[in-house]
């Protein structure tokens, strides 16, 4: 009898582990390709024939179709359980990457990167659900760590590998590489989630908002819209108008939810200290690492004149920094709790304060050996951080509630990219000289300094507490 349990229970954890897999995949999917199309831009502006505009909805296309599909596509999965909202969300993510490869004009390539980016959302509006159910409690810093890890390199390779495609140009595709090099990749996901992932649907009667569905829609799309125009044009009157209209329907709704039974945002999410703490933490977080891989392009590029291959090798000094304390965090953050993750973001803040006062004493003439282990240790820093801060801020959350975050949390996370790039390029406008560098680098070291100081008001992880 004992041998059959544990022979059960080894078939049970195989089969979470493949299905984990397929997550991982599909988060890689929807994050590289955030950044991937950005280094094909020319190429297909120059054969498709793309304006202006048609470039920026490319790119931002995706992001907003992205961010305003999470929360009902959260709820959807619920609703028709998250392994049939998964695998829907994998055929249509890599269906619509073959009609990005294959568009004939840029209006088409449009339409395909909003299906590819309302897709993208269906996949990671399920993660969270799938995560916390197939593993116990114990795993989740582990398995956190992993999703982590993989969605932020992701989003670091993205900008290399389109590059490396782009250089090799596979079957003479040209631009279209960076799309329907999905197609192999998802189809590998979408088999594996096929195969081993078994999660039905909640045990609760589940309704869609769409009242809900309209105000949030509505709200993150001005929100978001705005803020990338206003990152491109600067704060023109009609934009500050829509940012406000955004914000004004965003309080809308959430005076709506309070209202509801069946809500799109369980605000009892917020009453648990750790996750309303967190919340500010992960969205400030966010908002952060998108503007410093900004102002790191743009200092080691424009400012210190390095080629787009030495770029990517400093990124990718970075990226192992990242992934060394990632692994480190799990032993880290079981020793020291929460000041683990704070010690982590300071290291981070001073040697980018470090970085800024450098730059200044040498005049923009750095010594690459010299920076190379500040390089390193901030991802290092960004690693014990960034990997342990959801399971920790999930860490007290019942079940039910730990479902309802899996739309949340996204959602929170791309809110945090739109405000943090356009808050950077907008204040510090000048970011192109060395001047304006020194001063992009040293704003994010004191907003990280200030990070690591908020972190200390995180309640430590449930599991540790006595």
Known sequence: MTVAT????????YRAWLAFAACLIAVFLQMIDVTIVNTALPALTADLGASRSAQLLVISGYSLAFAITLLP??????????????????????AASLWCGTAGGATELVLARIVQGAAGAGMAAQTIAILTAGFPRERHPLV????????????????????????????GLGWRSVFLINLPVGVFAFVLAWRYLRMGRSGQTQRLDLGGVVLSAGGLFALIYALSEIQQYGWRPHLVALLGAGLTTTAVFLIHQRRRADPL????????????IGSVLVGAFFGLFTAFVFAASITLQDVLGYSPLVTGLVMTLFALGAGTGAVA????VRRWGVRALAAGMACYGGCLAAGAI?????????????VAGPVFLSGVGVGVFGIQLQPIMLSGLAPDLMAEASGVLPTVEQIGNAVGLTVLTTIFFSAHTLGGSITMTAAVAAVALLLAAITLRLPE????EH
């Open 73 to 94: 596509a959260a709820r959807i999965g619920a609703m028709v359980g998250r392994r049939a909202m998964f695998l829907g969300a994998v055929a249509a993510f890599t």
């Open 358 to 370: 450098y730059l200044y004493l040498t005049s923009g003439h750095p010594n690459a050996l010299l």
């Open 144 to 171: 956190f760590a992993l999703y982590g890890g993989i969605a932020g390199f992701a989003g670091m390779l993205g900008p290399i590998a389109g590059g490396v495609l782009l250089t090799v140009d596979p079957l």
């Open 329 to 332: 965090s799990l032993i880290l």
């Open 265 to 276: 945002v369980r605000l009892d999410l917020f009453a648990d200290r750790r996750f309303r």
């Open 461 to 464: 992880p449930a599991t540790a």
């Open 6 to 13: 544990a022979s059960a229970r080894l078939r049970a954890e």
